[in-house]
T-cell receptor, first 111, second 113 residues
Framework: DAKTTQPPSMDCAEGRAANLPCNHSTISGNEYVYWYRQIHSQGPQYIIHGLKNNETNEMASLIITEDRKSSTLILPHATLRDTAVYYCIVSSMEYGNKLVFGAGTILRVKS | DGGITQSPKYLFRKEGQNVTLSCEQNLNHDAMYWYRQDPGQGLRLIYYSQIVNDFQKGDIAEGYSVSREKKESFPLTVTSAQKNPTAFYLC????????????FGSGTRLTVV
């Protein structure tokens, strides 16, 4: 069963920030929040991950609520090339764990 | 550059034939995975291997087989027992078999006619 809940689709204007929400109310203390994205007919691409602190890299920012039950991926200045399916996944780093992908959120960036 | 290579990108086979999809990585990753993706769906895990000469079934292993004779290679065979083999197949690898740092290949689109 999926451990995360994401909206099926979102639209964003080019140049604006895209804020993608994810609910993970049953997250365990040792589970990280991962974000991947998949551009049409390509393999998923890692974006960012975090445990409890907010994280930022060259692609995006990840905001995790204090109770860790939800998070938001922020693409600060969305471009047309950011149109993709975005997957929010929770998983621990224990040996043997696998990433389990849900349906994700289709983000459409429009000019 | 290091990465994962899946070949071929497109594959057509007649119904009832077995077909093998190639996945090779030069990242020195221990763990490798095979996922299947149907249109509009997320990825579903078929098989995974955390070390050479060992592999485990994922959620949808029926009709598929794998081998892991070399660290770099994890081929997937789609057998005639797989009732609906037409799909997009993705291979991935990771450092230690945990959730960190998955690298995906570009996929093989299999069409059975």
């Amino acid at each position: 069963d999926a451990k995360t809940t994401q909206p099926p689709s979102m639209d964003c204007a080019e140049g604006r920030a895209a804020n993608l929400p994810c609910n993970h109310s049953t997250i365990s203390g040792n589970e990280y929040v991962y974000w991947y994205r998949q551009i049409h007919s390509q393999g998923p691409q890692y974006i960012i991950h975090g445990l409890k602190n907010n994280e930022t890299n060259e692609m995006a920012s990840l905001i995790i609520t204090e109770d860790r039950k939800s998070s938001t991926l922020i693409l600060p200045h969305a471009t047309l090339r950011d149109t993709a399916v975005y997957y929010c996944i929770v998983s621990s780093m224990e040996y043997g764990n696998k990433l389990v992908f849900g349906a994700g959120t289709i983000l459409r960036v429009k000019s | 550059d290091g990465g994962i290579t899946q070949s071929p990108k497109y594959l057509f086979r007649k119904e009832g034939q077995n077909v093998t999809l190639s996945c090779e990585q030069n990242l020195n990753h221990d763990a490798m995975y095979w996922y299947r993706q149907d249109p509009g769906q997320g990825l579903r895990l078929i098989y995974y291997s955390q070390i050479v000469n060992d592999f485990q079934k994922g959620d949808i292993a029926e009709g598929y087989s794998v081998s892991r004779e070399k660290k770099e290679s994890f081929p997937l065979t789609v057998t005639s027992a797989q009732k609906n083999p037409t799909a997009f197949y993705l291979c991935a690898s990771s450092i230690q078999g945990g959730s960190m740092g998955y690298t995906f290949g570009s996929g093989t689109r299999l069409t059975v006619v």
